[in-house]
């Protein structure tokens, strides 16, 4: 009783956080820094504006307001070293999150390639390059041995950095953009180009202190911002879980991925705490790592934490103090679907300032609505402020009463425009659908 906890970030993942952390009889104070109107709305809730790349600035919160866990929502701090700061401090101030080594996993495609085949990992075969040219001449090789090829930047790219190639002309164009026009700054210095895998994707997402692993349920993200996988990728628009593709392969995956990710760090002196999500690919030779993340999924979280039935603040504790092996992980049965609304126009340009209506009308005890992009506007008024804006997500017996569920609270809510009243909410009519109609 009486912890205070600070979730970093603002998203839909944050919220998921704060909500189980709000749930926990063992913490009394939540902290958003900088969160969304719904981490505020929380009971436990509250705000604060925070830089999360002012690590001075978070550390002398955390002092000043005597949080004793810190949860690290996106990558780019964990990236930046947000962790080792916290391990320098010597206090007993803890983080849940990984430091900058082990987070170079996302930090670095270039790493986690070479992480992954250093120690057997099953992946695509690749080839890392700092000269375009060089570049050029294996993609060349790939295409004509028969196969396909994806570019990706070595660096953080905000998510938009792989590039699946239509052909070999593409890659030629899509090399020369990101490393000669620097078309993701210094994040593009290095390149690597891998084979296109072929086959259906989930993710699985997993608690570890170091030593132990404990795996969560499996999910399946939506990327592509049209129906039936159509477009332009997103950072998410929505998510199922669980995820039938990979269900039953658990122990797989735990044997050929997560354990020798965490031996094989260890071998090499990197301590892993935190989550670990492996982007997965079922292919006709088995199961394969797309990548790796060092944060939880967004919009995987509220589907996650829908299903899980554990104390967040013990088990976050655990990762951060090594006690893991300690903590019962449990889930509940049955399924959640996540389908985020986001602003008309998403990923690209898009209007913020609409006002959100029809979630007093979301009445559902099943249902609950993560909020990303939103805050209250200086009349008080619930408005829009990001691209994806709410991850409206159901729990049901199975994922077809799931996704029924999220279908439904989606209809009773608008994004509505003050002068106006035209409507802009837009989301993808087709989350899980793959999954029902298998
Ligand atoms: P992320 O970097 O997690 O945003 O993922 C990029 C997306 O690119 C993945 O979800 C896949 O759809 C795709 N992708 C990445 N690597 C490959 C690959 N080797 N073959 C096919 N698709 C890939
Ligand atoms: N939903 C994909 C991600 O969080 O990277």
Redesign the pocket.
């Known amino acids: 009783m009486g912890e205070k906890v600070l979730i970093l970030g603002s998203g839909s993942r944050e919220h998921s956080f704060a909500r189980e952390m709000n749930k926990s009889p063992n913490v009394d104070k939540v902290w958003c820094g900088p969160g969304n109107a719904g981490t505020a709305q929380l009971e436990k809730g509250e705000n604060v504006k925070l830089d999360l790349d002012q690590f001075g600035q978070i550390i002398k919160f955390v002092h000043d307001k005597n949080i004793t866990l810190t949860v690290v929502g996106p990558e780019q701090p964990l990236v930046d070293g947000i962790a080792d700061t916290y391990e320098m401090g010597a206090s007993m101030k803890h983080i849940f999150g990984p430091n900058k080594s082990a987070a170079l996993l996302e930090g670095s495609k270039k790493f986690a390639k070479e992480t992954m085949t250093e120690f057997g990992i099953p992946t695509?075969a690749y080839e890392s390059f700092d000269n375009p040219e060089e570049a050029k001449d294996y993609l060349k090789d790939l295409y004509d041995s028969g196969l396909e090829a994806?570019v990706?930047a070595d660096g953080l790219a905000a998510?938009k950095?792989?590039i699946?190639l239509n052909n070999l002309e593409h890659g030629y164009q899509t090399i020369d953009l990101i490393m000669v026009n620097k078309k993701f700054g210094s994040a593009g210095d290095l390149i690597v180009v891998?084979?296109?895998?072929?086959g259906e994707?989930a993710s699985v997402i997993a608690l570890c202190d170091g030593k132990t692993i404990k795996q969560l349920v499996s999910t399946q993200?939506h990327?592509p911002a049209f129906d039936g996988d159509k477009g332009p990728?997103t950072g998410g628009m929505g998510a199922y879980g669980p995820a039938p593709v990979i269900l039953g392969m658990e122990e797989q995956i735990y044997k050929t991925i997560l354990a020798p990710l965490v031996e094989g760090l260890n071998s090499i002196g990197i301590t892993y705490k935190g989550i670990i999500y492996a982007?997965l690919?079922k292919t006709a030779d088995g199961i394969k790592v797309?990548?790796f993340?060092v944060r939880g999924g967004d919009p995987e979280m509220p589907p996650i934490t829908m299903l899980t039935d554990f104390d967040w603040y013990e088990a976050c504790m655990a990762c951060a103090t090594g006690k893991l092996d300690e903590v019962e992980i449990k889930h509940k049965d049955g399924a959640a679907c996540c389908v985020v609304m986001a602003s008309e126009g998403y990923p690209n340009e898009y209007d913020r300032g609409k006002l959100i209506t029809g979630l007093e009308s979301v009445t559902d005890p099943n249902t609950f609505v993560f909020h990303a992009g939103t805050k209250l506007d200086e009349a008080g008024n619930l408005v829009t402020s990001g691209g994806r804006v709410l991850g409206v997500t159901h729990y049901g017996k199975d994922i077809a009463e799931a996704q029924k569920g999220a279908y439904d609270a989606v209809e009773k809510i608008k994004f509505v425009d003050k002068e106006t009243g035209k409507k802009s909410q837009y989301f993808r009519t087709d989350i899980a659908a793959k999954a029902i109609n298998r």
């Open positions: 695509a994806v990706k998510g950095g792989v699946v891998e084979e296109k895998l072929i994707e993200d990327k990728n982007g690919i797309l990548e993340n």
